[in-house]
């Protein structure tokens, strides 16, 4: 047998236990970590890129560490979430016999205090993102199920108006408070451009270019 066929039957034994009805929840798993893996990356890499070139000091090697090791944490974080809410959720509508809505959130619950219960700057940034969109999706379902009239007029506006008031605030007169890169942001666009010293840095760089080295 040559290297080709070997490889021709390699190919056809897995495609063959892939389309297997009792593996599925297996494999499920395993393609739900490498979908969490690949998506963490795709988010995060472009995210640590502009975030790090922008606002963070350093050498170019530093810099490209800071920017992998943001993306593999990312990478693993949601790699190892989508595994273990997959594989729990599994394992609980086998015992149970039938999918039961309790079964996600449960399985989410223990994926997400294993997982994401770390506090560091890559949770934290996860967590923020995703409370702001429960929130939005719980008040939809609120109006849903009739726990709270629907609005007359679109609160939209109502609710612009009050996120960037409070924000600006907390960061005018408590910026310890909000997330570092949220400081470092909103730094740049308005504290930032308070200070220029002659053109190059009115409107060409942000801050003047620090004197080269002798």
Not at 16 to 36: M, P, W
Not at 89 to 112: D, E, N
Not at 141 to 154: F, H, N, R, S, T
Not at 188 to 212: E, Q, R, T
């Amino acid at each position: 047998m040559t290297t080709a066929d070997g490889f021709k039957t390699l190919l056809y034994t897995i495609n063959t236990l892939l389309q297997k009805e009792k593996y599925k929840a297996a494999f499920a798993v395993v393609k739900g970590f490498r979908n969490g893996a690949v998506y963490g990356a795709k988010i995060r890499a472009p995210h640590a890129l502009v975030m790090t070139l922008l606002f963070k000091s350093g050498s170019l090697k530093e810099k490209l560490r800071a920017i992998a090791q943001a993306t593999y944490t990312h990478s693993r974080n949601l790699a190892c979430f989508v595994a273990t809410y997959k594989g729990l959720q599994s394992l609980q509508a086998r015992l149970q016999g039938k999918t039961l809505p309790s079964q996600a959130f449960l399985a989410a619950c223990v994926g997400g205090w294993l997982v994401f219960g770390d506090n560091n700057h890559i949770n934290s940034q996860i967590n923020m993102y995703l409370l702001s969109r429960i929130l939005f999706a719980l008040s939809r379902l609120a109006v849903e199920k009739g726990y709270i009239p629907q609005p007359k007029k679109d609160p939209f506006p109502l609710f612009a108006t009050l996120v960037w008031g409070i924000v600006l605030w907390l960061f005018e007169y408590y910026p310890h408070t909000l997330q570092p890169s949220l400081q470092s942001s909103m730094n740049y666009l308005y504290h930032d451009s308070n200070m220029w010293h002659d053109i190059s840095d009115f409107l060409i760089y942000n801050k003047p270019p620090s004197p080269a080295k002798k």
